[in-house]
């Protein structure tokens, strides 16, 4: 089953576009969502959980301010804020998924 997912956060971040993300949006004053169609929510293997979650980490990446073509340096250190952890729990609690959950508590 592919749906959309919403990713969105508080940020102050200018808006930011990566070739998986539909649509980004400014939803409040310092707040912006993510929109990701076509997103696997329902897996039936691993790699695609897997494949799942690297698209919701490259949007949550760009969300909070490590877009497509930034440096290493930078994408760990997003990796490492309350905007990025937060933004991926959000969405795999959306999605609600046994393998997408158990890869993302494995490695998170």
């Given at each position: 089953m592919n749906r959309f997912i919403r990713l969105g956060l508080v940020t102050a971040s200018a808006v930011l576009t990566i070739p998986t993300v539909q649509a980004q949006e400014k939803i409040g004053?310092?707040?912006h969502a993510i929109i990701l169609t076509n997103v696997n929510v329902h897996p039936a293997t691993v790699?695609?959980?897997r494949k799942t979650l690297d698209r919701i980490k490259l949007a949550a990446l760009t969300l909070c301010g490590a877009p497509h073509g930034s440096s290493?340096?930078?994408?760990r250190a997003v990796m490492k804020s309350e905007c990025f952890k937060d933004s991926l729990a959000d969405a795999v609690r959306q999605i609600d998924d046994p393998l997408i959950n158990q890869l993302h508590q494995r490695f998170h």
């Amino acid at each position: 089953m592919n749906r959309f997912i919403r990713l969105g956060l508080v940020t102050a971040s200018a808006v930011l576009t990566i070739p998986t993300v539909q649509a980004q949006e400014k939803i409040g004053p310092d707040q912006h969502a993510i929109i990701l169609t076509n997103v696997n929510v329902h897996p039936a293997t691993v790699r695609e959980a897997r494949k799942t979650l690297d698209r919701i980490k490259l949007a949550a990446l760009t969300l909070c301010g490590a877009p497509h073509g930034s440096s290493t340096y930078m994408r760990r250190a997003v990796m490492k804020s309350e905007c990025f952890k937060d933004s991926l729990a959000d969405a795999v609690r959306q999605i609600d998924d046994p393998l997408i959950n158990q890869l993302h508590q494995r490695f998170h």
